[in-house]
């Protein structure tokens, strides 16, 4: 029972640190464009406290932690968010462009701590035998939660961090029209993540198109990660 406490404890935090850290990122590189909305808020920060949603942060990427543990016996998926960065894209010079490389600076972000824990791994054989096991499976679950975090949030639809992008990029009459998904993107994204998943097991069906994707992209994701840090897997 301590092992599996102490491996939710692990994953959990490695969750919180790669949701909050992603929306960080949305505040520098926002910063770094001209808009101090979020420093003048307190919000610039690398402490993932100042970005802690109770729900998006804690209450859902926990349910889908301890479920996944307990009826996989591993994480295979997580999904949640912090508080959003407040961001006034008027004042960039280029708006639309500006949010769309805010937007990209979240995935980055998590890409970059995956690599970071990557390169942890190099510091393992120093660890104490009585810490190694856990050190192994922060660094684990770490890399994991960053990579598959940035890579759903590059999924391209509006309010995820890919969405925001094609506005960016997309001929203005396209990216109008692409905005105007926001209003409903969360809501679709929750249809084909759970719902739709949900309601075909029930039918006997196996309809699970993010997972699947997840699922192939995700391993060759983590040997780059790994190889990009000068380890073999």
Request: hydrophobic fraction near 60%; aromatic fraction near 8%.
């Amino acid at each position: 029972m301590n092992g599996v406490i102490l491996e939710i404890a692990l994953a959990a935090i490695a969750a919180i640190l790669a949701i909050t850290l992603h929306e960080a990122a949305h505040g520098f590189a926002a910063w770094g464009l001209g808009d101090d909305t979020a420093k003048l808020q307190g919000r610039l920060s690398l402490n993932p406290l100042r970005h802690v949603d109770r729900v998006g942060t804690i209450i859902l990427p926990g349910v889908l932690l301890i479920g996944q543990l307990i009826t996989l016996g591993h994480i295979g998926f997580m999904f949640g968010w912090a508080k959003p960065v407040p961001v006034a894209a008027w004042r960039f010079r280029h708006p639309r462009q500006g949010m769309a490389l805010v937007a990209a600076a979240g995935p980055a972000m998590n890409f970059f701590l995956a690599w970071i824990g990557a390169l942890c791994g190099w510091l393992l054989p120093h660890v104490s035998p009585q810490m190694m096991a856990p050190a192994a499976t922060f660094i684990q679950d770490f890399i994991l939660a960053n990579i598959v975090l940035g890579l759903f949030n590059l999924l391209p639809i509006p309010p995820l961090d890919g969405g925001r992008i094609m506005v960016g990029i997309l001929p203005l009459p396209l990216a109008a029209a692409w905005a105007r998904m926001e209003r409903a993107g969360i809501a679709v994204v929750l249809l084909v993540i759970f719902i739709l998943p949900l309601a075909a097991r029930q039918a006997g069906y196996n309809f699970d198109p993010i997972r699947e994707i997840l699922n192939r992209i995700v391993p060759w994701a983590m040997r780059l990660v790994f190889n990009l840090a000068g380890q073999s897997v």
